[in-house]
């Protein structure tokens, strides 16, 4: 088994357990990190297990399991970013169009093969072939990408220098897993860039703890400074 498939494995035991913790907290802002960390389980379980799971599933539904998964990745953190920075309301309307244009990548993949085409094979991977919608995709999970990224960077000017701490760590191994999982668009043009590619998801696993415990203090130091 390569890397690739060990570190998405990996990844899926990671993400889930932040999931869990997060969704069991009692605020809304963490319940929807928790939603967000259960989503890239359910994303990273689809790519670790790809061949296990075409023995029992065909192509087509494994590949729009996979793209349920990675398509809501953006858009469940930019609900969670939105109300850790209290915008929520404020961009209500620009949420609501980020879950249409996901729920229609989704549609689209399932009705069309405008989105994505046959499964390619390789030795230690296998892929959906991007189609020529693909690229609006990859283009509305950078614009995403890029604005929860202004968010933060404006939220942290307006806390105090405690807070700001924990957030500059989040925003450290955000940024790491950011880039490590762009290995999942390039092998989607079959293009192996070390060492994203096979190593680049083993970053996600920083993200999960220490972005997880980066969060949880945020919240608390957050919390403390409305109690006193």
Not at 11 to 29: R, S
Not at 77 to 87: A, K, R, S
Not at 167 to 174: A, E, G, K, R
Not at 198 to 214: C, E
Request: aromatic share 24%; with cysteine; charged share 10%.
């Amino acid at each position: 088994m390569s890397h690739f498939l060990i570190s998405a494995f990996a990844a899926f035991l990671f993400a889930g357990l932040a999931g869990i913790y997060f969704v069991l907290k009692k605020e809304t802002t963490e319940h929807f990190f928790g939603f967000f960390w259960l989503n890239v389980a359910f994303w990273t379980l689809f790519v670790a297990l790809q061949f296990q799971l075409q023995k029992w599933i065909s192509g087509f539904w494994w590949g729009l399991f996979l793209h349920l998964g990675c398509v809501f990745v953006p858009v469940l953190f930019l609900h969670f970013i939105l109300y850790l920075t209290q915008n929520r309301s404020k961009y209500s309307f620009a949420l609501a169009l980020a879950y249409f244009i996901a729920i229609s990548f989704i549609f689209l993949d399932a009705l069309t093969p405008v989105f994505t085409g046959e499964i390619i094979d390789r030795v230690y991977y296998t892929y959906p072939k991007p189609a020529v919608l693909y690229p609006l995709y990859i283009l509305y999970f950078q614009v995403i990408g890029f604005w929860t990224f202004v968010l933060l960077l404006r939220l942290r000017k307006t806390v105090s220098s405690q807070a700001q701490k924990w957030l500059n760590l989040f925003l450290f191994v955000h940024i790491l897993a950011y880039i490590g999982c762009m290995d999942n668009y390039l092998i989607m043009y079959d293009i192996q860039l070390f060492p994203l590619y096979p190593y680049g998801l083993y970053l996600l696993l920083p993200y999960a703890v220490l972005g997880s415990y980066a969060v949880a203090r945020f919240q608390a130091v957050r919390r403390n400074s409305v109690t006193t």
